[in-house]
Nanobody, 124 residues
Framework: QVQLVEAGGGLVQAGDSLRLSCAAS????????MGWFRQAPGKEREFVAA????????KYGDSMKGRCTITRDNAKSTMYLQMNSLKPEDTAVYYC?????????????????WGQGTQVTVSS
């Protein structure tokens, strides 16, 4: 079992940066692929980025590619998403998720555990 808690969201202006964190409890974190997803009002949940259990492999979705970096610290059971050059269209609830089978896939259905989400709002 894994429990995930996101933090770091807030209201920022276009062009600003923001760093999200996801703290995990449970023994599965260090062996799981971890991912970030986001969901804007009226839209489907969208893949943002994922990182393998060792941190050696990453994958990014098209929406924020080149503007975000995913990292993890297994010793702290924490994952991060550094977001730069934020745009109003990045406004969404951001969720962290864990895939205990370490597949580094982008589909929502592959992730078994989810956090409650953190709101990111980017004003123009």
């Amino acid at each position: 079992q894994v429990q995930l808690v996101e933090a770091g969201g807030g209201l920022v202006q276009a062009g600003d940066s923001l760093r999200l964190s996801c703290a995990a409890s449970g023994r599965t974190f260090s062996s799981a692929t971890m991912g970030w997803f986001r969901q804007a009002p009226g839209k489907e949940r969208e893949f943002v980025a994922a990182i393998s259990q060792s941190g050696g492999r990453t994958k990014y979705g098209d929406s924020m590619k080149g503007r975000c970096t995913i990292t993890r610290d297994n010793a702290k059971s924490t994952m991060y998403l550094q977001m730069n050059s934020l745009k109003p269209e990045d406004t969404a609830v951001y969720y962290c998720a864990a895939d205990p089978y370490n597949r580094l896939w982008v589909g929502v259905l592959y992730y078994s555990y989810w956090g409650q989400g953190t709101q990111v709002t980017v004003s123009s």
